[in-house]
Each structure stands twice: as structure tokens, then as C-alpha cells.
């Protein structure tokens, strides 16, 4: 039997950090975004920032967890470059939440706490910059519910759009989710791979634990991952919690979270993922598969609202899930990249709809405003991509293509419906993919006969 929990850890998407008032921005020169709080001076004293606390309750009540009236900070004390005062503010004792739930997943507990810095390794030396430490974090914890990678994955990617969601999380950086893998198998000790980036690696990470772990028996430990090698290797021997020597933080007050303030965030929790895609079957009639694909991606669910109020929705959400997502993906996009607007699909769909271009044009115009944003009906006009629909002009072109290509013709005749494919495929590239596959069928169909 396997058992699989993870711990990840989410940078939540404030302006400022959690104990100061330095920005959260990301910035290319070193040890330039930081005070002597960030950095762990003598004497300096953090002061709590209170839009991390509305944040992490909106995740919290949103995975359905019990809030906890009272918590307080502490200090998790470990010794490593990156932790500038040789302790890391956290919650320990009494978390922000606990017990909640999200996919048939247990959620164990969510809490508070702040980002070392990050060490960059150079050659045969590392060097540490501490632009990112101070960086609200919430660490949800599950119960190691998870039976194989595939859970693992599916569970990330539902955590992470119901983040983007409730306004907490960006999908941008790789580096902006991490998550800590606990893995064991029968007869084994649990091991825990520490700071995995992204959902791809989490994958892979167990994938090649549960392979590992069969081959040789575990013992406990913390293992790092190398993504480029695609293994793991043992970094240290596991600690306890007794270990961290856990102390409350005296330089912050204990947190008191009355109802008025849990209400106060619950109001602000906008409809969810799960929430959309039944109004979306109820309000627009379109298939389940289409309005799960669609809400799945925040920016995509978001351009949909827009474009299904223009448009024929069934025809919206084909053309949405379908054809701008594979041009996206094969251009290796994401939907932040793009500068296309619901005003380009309008337009472009609207043409569709109305029979005043083809699919086939269609397509082609979707890739190049992935390029490149115009407006699509003065394109349309300036090239002259709009359909062929007169009857006797299509007729010339598939006489045209009947005369030009005898043997398929009489292959036709002879019962081979391939043969008559190759003429439709003719007669298309003769017009441009201005004709509708359909009507050149028939005709063909008629002519020949």
C-alpha cells in the first residue's frame, strides 16, 4: 500500500511582505528588496501585515476548514544559509485552520508563514539573496490521502484554480508553488522530498519514489529532487518537530478571529470553479465535459463569460476549449502571454456564426491573432477569405477539379469514398478554405453522378 501527503507551500499575492512594509515584487538585482527585518538585523521587530491574514482565511474557508479563533506565530529554529536569523516565523502549535477538505482529500491543516531567501549557486561557489525573504506563504497540509502520482496531480490542479479563483494566486512562476512530497510504501519509513517546483515535478518526484522505493527499502530521511536528472538523493537524516525547537514569537501578539471578520472574508469569496460550471450547463446549455474544461482555467472561464454573452455559447465554448487552447499550447503560451481580447473573439466568431467565413478560415485567423491582435473583419475584407457560398461560382471550381483529376474521379464512380475526400481536399485548396466542406461535398457528389 502506498500513502502520499503533501505539503504545499503557496506565495500569496500581497503587495507587501508579511512582517514589513517591502514589496513583494519580483526584482532581477540581488539583496535590493529588503530591510533590516527581511534580513534579520539585531533589534528589528516584525509587524504583522493583515491582508496576508484576509487571504489565507478566504483559502481556508474555501477548503472548508475550521477556523481557529485564536493563533499566534512561532519560531521553527534551523540553521541554513538562506534563513537569515537562524529561525523562520511560522505556525505551529495552533495553525490558522484545520480539517478541511478539497477533491475527497483531507486537508490537515493550514497555516501562516514567511519565505527564507534563496541561495544561487555559481560554479563551486553559492551566494544568498535575500530579495525573497519575507514572502507571505500559506502552507496547506493534506492527509496522506493520495494513492499514486496521478491523485497527486489532479488534486494540485484543482488547489491551484481554486487559488486563482479566490484572488490569492498568480499562475505565472513555477517558483510561486512548491511543495514538500511524503511518500511511503509496506514495510517502509516515510520520506519526505523536500521543495519540489511546480505539479510536473511533484509527478515525476513520486513517479520515481514509488519506483525507488520497490527496488530498495526506504529509511527516513529528507531527499531533494534533481529535476534535470529526473532523480532523487538522500540530503540529510529526518528531523523530528522536536527538533526545530519550536518557540512562540514574542515580538507578535496573539490573533484573535471573531466571526465578524470570518464574515466579513466569506462574503468576498467569489463563485468557484465547481460553482461555474454548473451555471454554465444550466445558464448556456453547453456539454459538462466543455464547462469543466472551461472553468479548470480561471482566465479562460473569465474570457468566456464575456464572449458567451456575444455570441452562440455552445459554439463559444467549442471554439474556446478547442482551437484556442491548441494554438496556445503549441506555442507553448500560457493565457497570461496573450494580448488578444474578448473584442478579437467577438468578432472572429460572430464571422463563424454567420456563415461569413469558414472553420477552415477560422483557424488560420486564430493563429495569427495569437501573434499578433488586428481586427478580424477589416482582415477578412482586405484579404478576401469571406465564404464562397454561390452556388454556381462552387460549381465551377469542383467542375474544374473533376476535369483536372480523372482517376480519382473514377475511383469514385467505382464506390472508393477516399477518392472523393482527395477531390474536397482539391476543391478547398483551390478556394482557399472559402468553401464549406459540406456544400463541396454535395456538389461534387451531384456532379459526379
Known sequence: MIKIGLEVHVQLDTKSKIFCGCSTKNVEEPNTNCCPTCIGMPGSKPVFNLEVLKQALKVALALNCKITNNTFFSRKTYFYPDMNKNFQITQYELPLAIEGSLNNIRIRRVHMEEDPGKLVHMNESCLVDYNRAGIPLIEIVTEPDFKDAEEARVFLNRLITTLEYLGVYTRISEASLRADVNISMDGGERVEVKNVNGIKDVERVLNYEIIRQKQEKAVRETRAWDSEKGITFSLRKKETEEDYGYITEGDLTQIEIDKKLIEEVRKNIPELSHER???????????????????????????????????????????????????????????????????????????????????????????????????????????????????????????EVIKENPKPTEDYKKGEEKALHFLVGKVMRLTKSKATPKEVNEILRRLIK
Open 277 to 399: 460550471v454548473e451555471r454554465y450547463i444550466k445558464k448556456y446549455n453547453i456539454a459538462r465535459d466543455d464547462a469543466e474544461a472551461i472553468a479548470a482555467e480561471f482566465l479562460l472561464s473569465e474570457l468566456y463569460d464575456k464572449v458567451a454573452v456575444n455570441v452562440d455559447p455552445v459554439l463559444a465554448a467549442k471554439w474556446m476549449r478547442r482551437e484556442l487552447m491548441r494554438v496556445v499550447h503549441y506555442n507553448k503560451l500560457n493565457l497570461h502571454d496573450l494580448e488578444m481580447d474578448e473584442n478579437h473573439l467577438i468578432q472572429l466568431l460572430k464571422l463563424i456564426e454567420s456563415g461569413k467565413i469558414t472553420a477552415q478560415v477560422g483557424q488560420r485567423l486564430i493563429e495569427k491573432l495569437i501573434e499578433k491582435p488586428f481586427d478580424v473583419e477589416e482582415y477578412v475584407k482586405k484579404e478576401g477569405l469571406g465564404s464562397l457560398s454561390e452556388a454556381g461560382e462552387l460549381e465551377k471550381y469542383c467542375k
